[in-house]
């Protein structure tokens, strides 16, 4: 297993640490836990882009039924259009 030296520095609050690009990540997220020996373990979660764009869909597909019916309702209120002769 390849050991690199990193640096940690402080980001607001937080600590950051530097991850060399021998050991880039292909996601935005991270588990990060400790084992019993005290090490700091990261887990590269998958990113859930997919997951998020489904909701939004299913949310715009709720909003579009209950606009629709919306629609329908007032259409059905409105006082139909009154015959006028042209100037």
């Known amino acids: 297993m390849e050991t690199l030296t990193t640096r940690v520095f402080n980001n607001g609050n937080s600590q950051a640490v530097r991850i060399p690009a021998e050991f880039r990540l ?10 019993e020996s005290g090490d700091l373990v990261i887990h590269p979660l998958r990113a859930e882009r997919g997951a998020a764009l489904l ?7 709720e909003a579009d039924v209950a606009f629709i019916a919306a629609l ?16």
Do not use: W
Not at 26 to 35: A, Q
Not at 72 to 87: K, M, W
């Open 26 to 35: 292909d996601t935005d997220r991270v588990s990060i836990s400790r084992n």
């Open 55 to 61: 909701d939004a869909l299913r949310a715009v597909g």
């Open 72 to 87: 329908e309702t007032e259409r059905a209120r409105q006082q139909p259009l009154q015959e006028r002769e042209a100037l």
